[in-house]
């Protein structure tokens, strides 16, 4: 595993929640980097995705409320969360976008009052 999803947490609906993926320099510099999002018993599905040189696009729901960045200093993306939903309840990962490698345990974020 090459990417590492950190930050998720227990969140108020409405609320907020930055999420970090930490990458290895060699990973970060030539990939394009997603976070993806799997609900219990579901398929694992596509949240949003930024490019090699900072192109950003988000799915369905994560537009307009999710922002993805890059640290090119630090070699992570960010997937800043506002206007949280219940309905964001869900394991979070990160991974390359395209030809993932093997995933991690992804971060457990919980919208809940």
């Known amino acids: 595993v090459q990417l590492q999803a950190s930050g998720g947490g227990l969140v108020q609906p409405g609320g907020s929640l930055t999420l970090s993926c930490a990458t290895s320099?060699?990973?970060?510099?030539?990939?394009?980097v997603a976070w993806y999002r799997q609900f219990p018993g579901k398929e694992r599905e596509l949240v949003a995705a930024?490019?090699?040189?900072?192109?950003?696009t988000y799915e369905g729901s994560a537009k307009g409320r999710f922002t993805i960045s890059r640290d090119n200093h630090k070699n992570t993306v960010h997937l800043q969360m506002n206007s949280l939903k219940t309905e964001d309840t869900a394991v979070y990962f990160c991974?390359?976008?395209?030809?993932?490698?093997?995933w991690g345990q992804g971060t457990l974020v919980t919208v809940s009052s």
């Open positions: 320099g060699s990973v970060f510099t030539s990939n394009d």
């Open positions: 930024i490019s090699a040189d900072g192109n950003a």
């Open positions: 991974n390359k976008r395209w030809f993932p490698d093997s």
